[in-house]
């Protein structure tokens, strides 16, 4: 089973570059989520979806958007990448719960933006 | 205001060590508390707590949760360099709320 399909796993972007982070599920999981980590920190929530067609802010959501037209698939956008974006980028998905034990991680993509 | 305090932040200790680790919290309507274990990529779950004093525990590594004084801990004794990783702890409330993470706790084990 593939799970959590997350691509790219590395990116360099110039300031004010944009791109999509791809995200893909198989296991008909409700629940998807993007969370990006800063070097030596916890995981911050961007935004995540409860289910098709649905999308909610998280904790740090400026710099980025994301859409949800099918069950399967939550791409992030950044439309004018800054230095600050530089992280780690994490999609997630769950079932009918939202507790992390019941979270599918991609396997996460390393965004430099200089 | 953050809601989930991790201490310490980072921590070095010898192998056979033992540490602790702390988190306390503040969520209006607490569900669950849950400890990861991250070394170079996604987060792998360790404890989901749900009840006040019952220990549970895996190994050399154990944890607990007090919901009076809101908080958690998480012991690992007999520490090996393979511990060495970070430790996060998330809450998750009963409302339609995503789950809140700590900022972790970086705990490098040296031989």
């Known amino acids: 089973n593939a799970g959590v399909t997350q691509t790219p796993k590395f990116r360099i972007l110039k300031i004010g570059q944009s791109m999509t982070l791809q995200c893909t599920q198989d296991m008909n999981h409700n629940y998807m989520y993007w969370y990006r980590q800063d070097p030596g920190m916890g995981l911050k929530l961007i935004y995540y979806s409860v289910g098709a067609g649905i999308t909610d802010k998280g904790e740090v959501p400026n710099g980025y958007n994301v859409s949800r037209s099918t069950t399967e698939d939550f791409p992030l956008r950044l439309e004018l990448a800054a230095p600050s974006q530089t992280s780690v980028y994490f999609c997630?998905?769950?079932?009918?719960?939202?507790?992390?034990?019941?979270?599918?991680f991609g396997s996460g993509t390393q965004l430099s933006v200089l | 205001e953050d809601k989930v305090v991790q201490s310490p932040l980072s921590l070095v200790v010898h192998e056979g060590d033992t540490v602790t680790l702390n988190c306390s919290y503040e969520v209006t309507n607490f569900r669950s508390l849950l400890w990861y274990k991250q070394e170079k990529k996604a987060p792998t779950f360790l404890f989901m707590l749900t009840s006040s004093g019952i220990e549970k525990k895996s190994g050399r590594l154990s944890s607990i949760l007090d919901k009076k004084e809101l908080f958690s801990i998480l012991n690992i004794t007999a520490t090996q360099t393979g511990d060495s990783a970070i430790y996060l702890c998330a809450v998750e409330d009963s409302g339609n709320t995503p789950l809140v993470f700590g900022k972790g706790t970086r705990l490098s084990v040296i031989a």
């Open positions: 997630a998905s769950s079932g009918a719960s939202r507790a992390l034990e019941k979270l599918f």
